[in-house]
């Protein structure tokens, strides 16, 4: 009944930016009692774990290889979730899926398995 639509993926340059987004939507659902978070996968390895935000906003996490590239933000009165990307590196290439939980904190969500909501993803490229 929550949907999740990703936007933003594209074709960009080495040490480029690109700032993905993700809209929320979905009978009695409250946008602000969900953990966001974004995950990514590339071709040939398991989806792993690159931000979350907890549902103030106040919090953050990111897997260690983003770190200072990479900034979750999120804008309850819009439903939505950001994912703004620099310095990128082919490294950075895969599929980004965004995802919502009503139980995770953000100390957790890395290692969480299962998630009440995925969108379809969408595609980004870092050339050489």
């Known amino acids: 009944q929550v949907q999740l639509v990703e936007s933003g993926g594209g074709l960009v340059q080495a040490g480029g930016s690109l700032r993905l987004s993700c809209a929320a939507s979905?009978?009695?659902?409250?946008?602000?009692?969900?953990?966001m978070g974004w995950f990514r996968q590339a071709p040939g390895k398991e989806r792993e774990f690159v931000a979350a935000i907890s549902r103030s906003g106040g919090l953050t996490d990111y897997t260690d290889s983003v770190k200072g590239r990479f900034t979750i933000s999120r804008d309850n009165a819009k439903n939505t979730v950001y994912l703004q990307m620099s310095s990128l590196k082919p490294e950075d290439t895969a599929v980004y899926y965004c995802a919502g939980d009503r139980a995770s904190l953000v100390a957790t969500m890395k290692r969480a398995h299962v998630l009440d909501y995925w969108g379809q993803g969408t595609q980004v490229t870092v050339s050489s």
């Open positions: 979905g009978r009695t659902f409250t946008f602000s009692n969900y953990l």
